[in-house]
């Protein structure tokens, strides 16, 4: 079968309208149960679909043959979901940044209460220490619905750069509360 995917120097609305066309029903569940059989939980395994879909959209020109589609996304999928297994931290921490924002805060448990409010403190305290544009990205991030694509556009930026960045920031502000821990604990 001869390949149709977009070239190199194609729009990225000309790749995203490809990879459309490639995915059916079928595909995309196929595609969740890789993610969610490897993270065993449904919005992380979204949230990995999502990324996932983008990488593809990003890179199909990469595709050699469209008759192998489907083990290309399932490798793109696996990746991506081994990778975000791999940073539970770093996803408690996004968790910890968009309940600072009060967008999923939900305790019910005093003492996590507690907790809470003083990891959100000191949150806020290491956000605001952040350069731009790692805070904007962090902070579009957490307090909004968007995805690390659009928050590149429209911040200006390359995808791959932002999504760095996010992973860089994040790493650093894990660093800094860590630090912080022990200080506290000495």
């Given at each position: 079968?001869?390949n149709?995917?977009?070239?190199k120097n194609?729009?990225y609305?000309?790749?995203?309208?490809?990879?459309?066309?490639?995915?059916?029903?079928?595909?995309?569940?196929?595609?969740?149960?890789?993610a969610?059989?490897?993270?065993?939980?449904?919005?992380?395994?979204?949230?990995?679909?999502?990324?996932?879909?983008?990488?593809?959209?990003?890179?199909?020109?990469q595709?050699?043959?469209?008759?192998?589609f489907?083990?290309?996304m399932?490798?793109?999928?696996?990746?991506?979901?081994n990778?975000y297994?791999?940073?539970?931290s770093?996803?408690?921490?996004v968790?910890?940044l968009?309940?600072?924002?009060?967008?999923?805060?939900?305790?019910?448990?005093?003492?996590k209460?507690?907790?809470?409010?003083?990891?959100?403190?000191?949150?806020?305290?290491?956000?605001e220490?952040?350069k731009?544009?790692?805070?904007?990205?962090?902070?579009?991030k957490a307090?909004?619905?968007?995805?690390?694509?659009q928050?590149?556009?429209?911040?200006?930026?390359?995808?791959?750069?932002t999504?760095?960045k996010?992973?860089?920031?994040?790493?650093?502000?894990?660093?800094?509360?860590?630090?912080?821990?022990?200080h506290?604990?000495?």
């Open positions: 079968m001869p149709t995917s977009p070239d194609s729009t609305e000309e790749r995203w309208n490809w990879l459309e066309q490639q995915l059916d029903s079928t595909t995309i569940n196929a595609l969740y149960r890789v969610y059989r490897i993270l065993q939980n449904p919005q992380d395994a979204q949230d990995v679909l999502q990324e996932s879909f983008i990488r593809g959209a990003l890179n199909c020109w595709l050699k043959d469209d008759s192998s489907f083990a290309w399932y490798t793109i999928v696996r990746r991506e979901a990778h297994k791999a940073k539970p770093l996803r408690m921490l968790e910890a968009r309940e600072q924002t009060g967008r999923l805060y939900s305790a019910t448990n005093p003492e209460l507690i907790v809470n409010a003083e990891l959100h403190q000191q949150l806020a305290r290491e956000v220490r952040l731009s544009p790692e805070r904007e990205i962090v902070h579009l307090t909004t619905d968007m995805n690390l694509l928050i590149a556009q429209r911040l200006g930026l390359n995808y791959h750069t999504r760095s996010y992973t860089r920031t994040l790493k650093l502000l894990q660093k800094r509360l860590l630090e912080d821990k022990r506290e604990e000495s």
